[in-house]
């Protein structure tokens, strides 16, 4: 029997960077929050043995324990679905900071034509560029909409970078820190992409170039370039994190509480309201019903989308009908990219998350896709993320994979290899989504959530031609070997690609197309708003998190106004 | 000192000791001869009171007993051979390294997702078997073993490198037959175990002195780069483990 604890303004579901920026921005107005979050707590004093791969980056300390919870996997409908069983493909996050803790910081604004990419395309290259399988929709809000709560964020994250990217959308402002260090080995990107006419600039980063306190009062070291990002935790306080910035602002204003060991179960709705979520204390393995006026899903991509499912909360999408919105348009990303064998030594171990220069003349609608068969494109960068001796064994592909040769090859090419990738964007199609499983359980009796994903030929064609751009830049680059990376034929949950899920519980102008509307309301339940990289109808050619945290913002404002005047906020 | 110490092959010894006779090798001259079987795989301590080198086991926390220990060592080391770069896997403890993981959550999948019901699955949807790593590990190395026996007439262990690569391939392959998980995943197992175990900390007990770290110009564990990032010239920096902290 579950225990009814009193009533709150506001409850979260997760303590990632959406979460973070809900609590501070909520609580900062005067609600009375609570921050339910199933990991524990932790702060930078607990990182400060964290140069450790093989326990962070090879057996995931920082990552979902499995054993709880998981997702099953399928390529396609008439494929059963089985557990993913390891973690590999993407790295779900937990405790305090979620994501937000192990990222490597690459804080991107979407692209005007992102959001509206049905419109845009359709006017450019008629209705039929892509098929009518790809469920192509604008997002309901447009850059210029958004653009002063991307700035919000960047300033909350203290954001380093330079504005002089002739692709991306306007900006108010500077950063506000500058462009970290631009290495030797950046600089040969620098010169390679110039020299082919393209035009490079420092990748934006949330590993800070200085010290910096935000709007908040709350400081951020200056990024040492240690290399140990992605995967770590920062021991500097230099790299922006939730438990760094947005929580500590929600805790200082008295009335905002984190709760841990709390894993939600339930988002418990009544006509069209919620009135709370069912929780169990996973230390004590007793329930509560934590009753709000406004219930926030702030957990990652495939948590939010799971508890709307179990809490029968929308109508789940159906491949076969077309019908129902939730689940739907679940899309990845698409990682391009060319591998260069070089003869001189490089300091390949040094290194920050977010140390790159990128170009985007091949990112978006940047380029002409006239003649192309696909369209959209990616983000290319080289980044010098610190490469670590257990998980970069860099070989060329004749080279036996284990034995004397390997050993000598791995050796010699460990500080002589450069690689060059891209965040290349992901279409959504009617046959990728989200649902329940019906025969795999977790550890508190819920269905696990399944995944139907597959690549499509949209990706495949954007694959093939970004990979070819990028040889041609490692070449330029001065590489004794280039390798352009595999063509991809079906996804794989085995080896790690990126964890920039996107979609399930997409943002929209319509309940006929989409779970929430503009400000992450859920149109079924006006006080319910669902958060993250879930509300994306597609995924860009960037990191996520920049977009995720300025919708999260304006977001935050909506619940701010809807707590004084209720109802629908569009 | 301990890098001077010499390393005593199994045929050094069989050749010195005069026993290296067909009719000697076999079960029970593996069986009697413990005390050689560690003593290849962690070279230490050259006083003994035979005149042989002979090492102090440090002891199993997995493995039970030194044949498949022996094997683990003598596969692992053909992954990563000593060569004219440095140690090899059995130099840089590495077999001690993995039995400490096997001992443990590595071993055992507590973080890992098994529930049943269990299917064999499509490439694509990863690792679908019942049993933990312990589990596969164990069965390989007996695998190993017994493909040895069945092809050589030997055990692993005894061996020429070529035979044993031989093996090792037909693994990778996944040409052996083993219960509730193939011999390629064992052997992509085994290959990333050396990997973990050359060039993690050295406080997980692999990554001897940390010669792992050494061979590939890695500095471990440095507090910050600040100063060096912008320079043209490659870095050599001793490296250093938390340990030393």
Redesign the interface.
Same mark, same amino acid.
């Not at chain 1, 140069?51 to 093989?54: F, M, P, Q, S, T």
């Not at chain 1, 200056?222 to 290399?227: D, E, I, L």
């Given at each position: 029997m579950a225990t009814t604890l009193a009533k709150v303004d506001v409850v979260t579901v997760g303590l990632g960077w959406t979460g973070g920026i809900m609590v501070a921005e909520l609580a900062k107005a005067g609600l009375k929050v609570i921050g339910l979050e199933r990991g524990q707590g932790r702060s930078t004093e607990d990182y400060l043995?964290v140069?450790?791969? %093989?326990r962070y980056a090879?057996? %995931?300390e920082l990552m979902q324990?499995?054993?709880k919870e998981?997702i099953t996997?399928?390529?396609h409908r008439k494929?059963?679905a089985?557990?993913?069983?390891?973690l590999?493909s993407f790295l779900l996050g937990n405790g305090l900071g979620g994501s937000g803790t192990h990222w490597n910081g690459h804080t991107w604004r979407f692209l005007p034509y992102d959001f509206q990419i049905k419109t845009m395309t359709d006017q450019k290259y008629g209705p039929n560029k892509l098929s009518s399988d790809y469920l192509l929709q604008d997002w309901g809000v447009t850059y210029d909409e958004l653009e002063p709560y991307f700035y919000k964020f960047e300033q909350t994250a203290g954001i380093s970078g330079e504005d002089t990217n002739p692709f991306w959308g306007k900006r108010a402002h500077p950063f506000p820190t500058p462009p970290m260090?631009?290495?030797?080995i950046l600089k040969k990107f620098e010169g390679a992409t110039t020299k082919l006419g393209y035009t490079p600039f420092m990748l934006p980063s949330a590993n800070l170039s200085e010290a910096y306190t935000n709007q908040d009062g709350e400081p951020i070291n200056?990024?040492?370039?240690?290399?140990f990002c992605e995967r770590f935790g920062c021991e500097y306080g230099a790299k922006s994190s939730p438990e760094i910035t947005v929580i500590p602002t929600a805790v200082k204003t008295g009335h905002y509480e984190s709760r841990f060991n709390a894993n939600v179960v339930e988002v418990i709705k009544s006509g069209n309201k919620v009135t709370g979520v069912r929780y169990l204390d996973t230390l004590s393995g007793e329930e509560f019903i934590q009753p709000a006026e406004v219930v926030v899903l702030a957990s990652y991509v495939m948590n939010n989308a799971k508890l709307l499912m179990v809490s029968k909360i929308g109508q789940q999408y159906d491949p076969a009908t077309g019908k129902g919105t939730l689940g739907k348009n679940y899309c990845y990303q698409i990682l391009p990219g060319a591998v260069g064998f070089f003869d001189?030594?490089?300091?390949t171990?040094?290194?920050a998350g977010s140390l790159g220069m990128t170009i985007d003349d091949f990112n978006g609608d940047n380029f002409d896709h006239s003649d192309l068969d696909f369209i959209h494109g990616g983000s290319i960068s080289i980044t010098q993320t610190g490469?670590?001796?257990?998980e970069t064994?860099p070989i060329q592909r004749d080279t036996p994979?284990?034995?004397?040769e390997?050993?000598?090859a791995s050796?010699y090419n460990?500080?002589r290899t450069l690689a060059i990738g891209t965040q290349g964007a992901s279409m959504p199609h009617k046959e990728n989504f989200l649902s329940l499983d019906g025969? %795999?359980?977790d550890a508190y009796g819920l269905p696990l959530l399944q995944m139907t994903y597959n690549f499509t030929d949209q990706d495949r064609n954007l694959y093939k031609y970004i990979t070819s751009v990028t040889e041609g830049i490692m070449k330029e680059m001065g590489a004794k070997t280039v390798e352009g990376k595999a063509p991809i034929t079906? %996804?794989?949950?085995?080896g790690y690609q990126t964890t920039h899920n996107t979609g399930g519980t997409i943002m929209g102008s319509s309940p006929d197309n989409s779970v929430v509307n503009n400000y992450l309301q859920h149109w079924d339940a006006e006080n319910l708003f669902v958060i993250g990289a879930g509300n994306f109808p597609h995924n860009g050619g960037y990191n996520p998190t920049g977009t995720v945290a300025a919708l999260a913002y304006r977001s935050a404002e909506g619940i701010i106004k809807y707590s004084k005047s209720g109802g629908s906020l569009v | 000192m301990s890098e001077e110490k010499k390393v005593i092959t199994r045929r050094d010894f069989l050749k010195t000791t005069g026993i290296a006779t067909g009719a000697l090798i076999g079960g029970g001259v593996i069986g009697g001869l413990v005390g050689y079987n560690t003593k290849t795989v962690n070279p230490v301590n050259p006083s003994t009171s035979n005149g042989h080198v002979m090492e102090k086991n440090p002891g199993f926390q997995f493995f039970k007993n030194n044949r498949d220990f022996q094997v683990l060592s003598n596969a692992t080391e053909r992954i990563l051979p000593k060569d004219d770069l440095g140690p090899g896997a059995i130099e840089l403890d590495v077999p001690y390294f993995i039995d400490h993981q096997l001992a443990g959550q590595y071993g055992s999948n507590t973080r890992e997702y098994m529930h049943g019901p269990f299917a064999v699955g499509a490439p694509t949807q990863g690792y679908q078997s019942r049993l933990t790593r312990a589990e596969v590990f164990k069965q390989g190395i007996e695998k190993l073993e017994e493909e040895a026996n069945k092809r050589f007439q030997k055990g692993f262990s005894d061996l020429e490198p070529a035979q044993m690569d031989e093996i090792l391939t037909a693994f990778q392959k996944d040409e052996i037959a083993m219960v509730g998980v193939t011999s390629a995943f064992f052997f992509r197992l085994l290959r990333t175990a050396t990997l973990e175990g050359a060039y993690s900390d050295p406080m997980y007990s692999g990554n001897k002195n940390m010669g792992g770290w050494k061979m590939k110009g890695f500095p471990g564990h440095q507090m910050a780069y600040m100063n060096v990032i912008e320079s043209e010239k490659f870095q050599k920096i001793e490296p250093m483990s938390l340990g030393d902290m």
């Open positions: 043995r140069h450790d791969e %093989y090879v057996r %995931y324990n499995l054993s998981t996997i399928r390529n494929m059963p089985l557990p993913m069983r390891q590999g260090k631009k290495t030797p200056a990024c040492q370039y240690c290399g001189e030594q490089m300091n171990f040094m290194g490469s670590r001796p257990i064994n994979t284990w034995g004397a390997f050993k000598k050796i460990f500080t025969n %795999y359980k079906d %996804y794989d949950i085995v | -």
